[in-house]
């Protein structure tokens, strides 16, 4: 079954580049929904069956361990696998981010295949026609 | 090596870094220079885009990147594959994003010997004719890369933070800059 995906980055850049990359990887994906903050990024999970999160660690509002952490902490959503894609290569935000139950994590800049490198396993392969 | 070549040759990297994997594009080393700023002076009148982060932690400071209007919509056509005519939401965005990888890579290289810093969210300004003023007296490390002749200019200083070493230096101001 083809999934969706969400991708959180406060820079709308970033999330153009990413949903570009995502729909060239060549994994089943539906449809790619976007959120600029870790609060927008919870409103979606609530109304969207939402199967990996792509998320940012430096956000306004709520950032990306925020976001991981309310999504690890409910029953519904702490199943959804969450990549951090982050400037933040310092080793507290990364420990942080696996501690609370981040599946990987890509630091920026990155390229289209670290994202597809951290898919695998994540995601099922298109099925070709 | 001091702490100045450290962050001028992490600039050096992680501005040829970002520009080839994001932009596919091969950026010739850049120039480094030294400039010894007093409190309160005003540059010189400034067109085209700069963008701000501040960095916080034991040190603390700010990164920035400047460049002409020109230059930021080229950044941001081979950032996003697209056109981009004129300087909109989009080329802001991308320069301010570009700014975050480069100032966020510096960072990480820093924090082996500084401890962990902080990085605020960016600022991006586009506007004619404006001036930067500095709050604080500081020495900035600037470098002035060339993509295909025009000036991409990447500055970043950092001081002591004063509550870490208010005791130990007397007060050192952390660099800021207004515009």
Redesign the interface.
């Known amino acids: 079954m083809d999934s969706d995906v969400l991708v959180v980055d406060?820079?709308?850049?970033?999330r153009?580049?990413l949903t570009?990359v995502l729909r060239q990887t060549g994994m089943a994906i539906q449809t790619i929904h976007e959120a600029g903050d870790g609060q927008e990024a919870l409103a979606v999970v609530a109304q969207h069956r939402i199967d990996l999160v792509l998320s940012d660690i430096?956000?306004?509002k709520m950032d990306g361990l925020q976001l991981l952490a309310s999504l690890k902490a409910s029953p519904q959503w702490q199943e959804i696998p969450v990549v951090m894609i982050?400037?933040?290569?310092?080793?507290?935000k990364v420990a942080e981010a696996v501690r609370l139950g981040a599946a990987g994590y890509v630091r920026?800049?990155?390229?289209a295949d670290q994202i597809k490198e951290k898919l695998v396993g994540i995601l099922e392969p298109a099925v070709a026609l | 090596m001091n702490l100045y070549d450290t962050i001028a040759q992490s600039l050096i990297r992680s501005t040829s870094?970002?520009f080839s994997?994001?932009l596919a594009t091969e950026l010739p080393d850049g120039e480094v220079t030294v400039e010894e700023t007093v409190e309160g002076a005003t540059s010189e009148p400034n067109d085209g885009v700069v963008s701000f982060i501040g960095i916080a932690g034991s040190w603390a400071g700010t990164g920035s990147l400047s460049c002409s209007a020109a230059m930021a919509c080229r950044v941001?056509a081979a950032?996003?594959?697209t056109e981009a005519p004129s300087v909109n939401?989009?080329v802001l965005?991308?320069v301010?994003?570009i700014t975050?990888?480069i100032?966020?890579?510096v960072?990480?290289d820093l924090?082996t010997d500084l401890g962990?810093?902080g990085?605020s969210?960016p600022t991006v300004v586009f506007g004619r004719n404006f001036k930067t003023r500095s709050a604080a007296a500081a020495e900035w490390i600037h470098v002035r890369f060339f993509w295909d002749g025009e000036p991409l200019r990447i500055k970043m200083c950092l001081a002591p933070s004063e509550k870490a070493h208010a005791v130990h230096h007397g007060g050192n101001s952390a660099c800021a800059l207004e515009v």
């Not at chain 1, 406060?10 to 970033?14: R, T, V």
Request: aromatic content about 2%.
């Open positions: 406060d820079s709308a850049a970033i153009k580049i570009r430096n956000m306004p982050t400037t933040e290569g310092g080793e507290t920026k800049p990155f390229t | 870094d970002v994997t994001m941001c950032m996003l594959m939401e989009d965005d991308a301010a994003e975050n990888m100032i966020g890579s960072k990480t924090e962990p810093l990085l969210i």
